[in-house]
């Protein structure tokens, strides 16, 4: 019985990123291209590595792989042969979710 409850008590404590923060990292990572380590974004933001990648992670799967899918399949990779038509090419980059300008 000592240990359980002595165990318990080593248990650290939860501390809530707040939500400014969260789209602060996110900013940082996907669009300054920034590392999640020690060293950059979540020491920046004083923020816990672990807590920062598992941020960084539920923004990818639920932000941008959300945006990709919305796509239809009639409109994802398409290719033409070249022959005496003009065709129009429209490139749509993306990076961390967010629509790039004009390439």
């Keep these: ?3 359980s409850t002595q165990s ?3 248990l650290r404590p939860y501390k809530k990123v707040p ?4 789209k602060q990292l996110v900013e940082l990572v996907f669009q300054k ?3 999640i380590k020690k060293q950059q974004a979540s020491l920046y ?3 816990n590595y672990a807590t920062a990648k598992n941020v960084v992670l539920k923004y990818r799967k639920f ?3 959300k945006k990709t899918s919305k796509l239809p399949e009639s409109k994802r990779c398409q290719y033409k042969l070249i022959g005496l ?3 129009r090419i429209q490139v749509i980059s993306s990076k961390g979710g967010i629509q790039q300008g004009d390439v």
């Design 45 to 47: 933001l004083h923020i």
């Design 85 to 87: 038509s003009k065709s």
């Design 33 to 35: 291209d920034w590392k």
């Design 63 to 65: 932000s941008i792989q």
């Design 8 to 10: 318990i008590l080593k």
């Design 1 to 3: 019985m000592k240990q």
């Design 19 to 22: 939500q400014d923060k969260k």
